[in-house]
């Protein structure tokens, strides 16, 4: 998880978990990490926490970290792919390197990290994998075709990986979120808002809306096997599962 708004309120509440403990990954800012970590801890005490950094474009650090949270831990249970980063650009000004670093680091990292904790997983036959795409990975959006790219490209990923692994109780499902009411989405122009609720009226949901369907979809108590086997979409809330 990256620290923003969306991962800081999912990590804070950690107690749907319940008696999940939690692996925390942040990128160059180890201090707002650290600052989280203090507040989780105050929030649920009796949460262990493990904070660790890596480049997760890259496999040899992301397949360093599994290992090193898998030697604190011994089993990894839920894994939240939630990355989400942005070049919006026009395509004719969009550059190559604006391109693949959203590819990279919203469905490469997905991959990698899917890669690395299924082994364990399939081991233990037992898996919970919850991707994060967005609306615009469906409709598309004016100067966000690498982002559109990236999240809808997570979509198939995920439905081909849950075929592949429905038979050792691992369910992957992918929740995909409207604009989430945030910096980011408050900084769109108000005409593309507008447009973005032509193609789902309640496209524009708040961090709260967005977090029970992962604490759900999370539960091991949870069957949703058409979901699991992504034949249909369902709408819950503000957020539709895929």
């Known amino acids: 998880m990256k620290e923003s708004d969306y991962n800081k309120q999912l990590s804070l509440n950690i107690s749907y978990f319940h008696l999940y403990n939690l692996i925390l990954h942040y990128g160059k800012n180890k201090e707002a990490a650290e600052e989280l970590a203090k507040e989780i801890k105050v ?17 040899e650090e992301v397949n360093a970290l599994v290992e090193e949270a898998l030697s604190r831990f011994s089993s990894i249970e839920v894994l939240v792919n939630n990355a989400g980063v942005t070049r919006d650009q026009l395509l004719l000004k969009m550059t190559a ?8 680091s919203n469905l490469r990292s997905a991959f990698l990290f899917s890669k690395a904790v299924s082994k364990q997983m399939l081991k233990k036959r037992y898996g919970r994998i919850v991707q994060i795409s967005s609306v615009v990975g469906i409709h598309g959006n004016s100067g966000q075709s690498n982002y559109a790219a990236s999240k ?11 075929k592949e692994l429905a038979g050792r109780n691992i369910t992957v499902n992918v929740i995909r979120d409207g604009e989430i009411v945030e910096k980011r989405a408050l900084t769109l122009p ?38 699991k086997y992504c034949d249909e979409q369902y709408t819950e809330s503000d957020s539709d599962f895929v």
């Open 43 to 59: 929030k649920n005490p009796e949460t262990e926490l493990l904070l660790l950094s890596a480049d997760i474009r890259k496999e």
């Open 190 to 227: 108000k005409e593309i808002r507008n447009v973005m609720r032509c193609h789902n009226p309640r496209c524009i949901t708040s961090i709260e809306q967005g977090l029970p369907h992962i604490f759900y979809l999370a539960d091991e108590e949870n069957e949703t096997y058409r979901c």
């Open 152 to 162: 809808a490209g997570l979509i198939g990923f995920s439905k081909s990986l849950a």
């Open 97 to 104: 390197e604006d391109f693949d670093c959203v590819i990279e």
